[in-house]
């Protein structure tokens, strides 16, 4: 059974007008429209809804007159419908899914919520943590409306929109014997042990600054923790690379950390918004945005 609201919509008017030729002149549109219209609706219900009588205009059969009942609850419930799909498109109040990448959340979720509080405290936004392949496929399966990410091996599924740049920089403990300079060659440390910020994605990045230099690090020891990294640095076990760098240079134990910025002309990493391109964004979504876009241009 396949019928439009249209075909419905019509069957009403000429319910209400009591002929064709009326309610064809009330919807703007010719009278055989009108017929054929009514006729494929009767026909994909297999019910006769009017009775034509010459000359005098039509009346609706005993079937007609439960179905116009029907019809017209069903436009109603169609109407509502379409009125809450506005509000879903249109409003910024509500529940909005966000993802964040693991080690960008820390940094920039808690100052972005209380930017949100402020500017949209009608918005409710909820932020999802994980890697770059898992944020992926809940954007793609609706998981997520919106997502921040690095700009690292994005499907073509999706639009990104740059918000800021991050460079990489040397993590070392504060008594290395290259600690004390303004900045560190990824060179000078080839031969030394290297902890690995081991993420998907992540890693490969972090290579692909020594490979670009015709040199191999020495990765003694691989990690998910962003802090651990940190803390094996400080206790002496090693130096790393990452890119995001904390306001304090204790590591959860106490220990200190120093960071350097690299000699070397490194690859920086873009910190981007993300959604599916072929959707259309929601208001509740384009707000996101917009303070995302105001944050980022003062950090």
Known sequence: MQYTLKQLQNLI???EHG???AAASHLFISQPALSTSIAQLESSLGLSLLIRHHARGVSLTPAGTDFLARARSLLTHAQEIEEEVQELRDSTSGDLAVGCFVT?????????MSDLNENHPELQVR???GTLDRLQQLLKSGGIEVALLYALELDSDFRSEDLTVIEPHVLLPPNHSLAGGKSVSLKDLQDESMILLDLPHSREYFQQLFQHLGIVPRIEQRSASFELVRGLVARGHGYSVLNLQPASELTYDGARVHCLPIRENAMPLRVVLVRLSKTRQT????AFAQTCRDFFRRV
């Open 283 to 286: 208001r509740r979504a384009e």
């Open 127 to 129: 932020f999802i943590e």
């Open 104 to 112: 960008l959340a820390p940094f920039f979720v808690p100052r972005l």
């Open 13 to 15: 008017s000429v319910s």
């Open 19 to 21: 002929s064709i030729s």
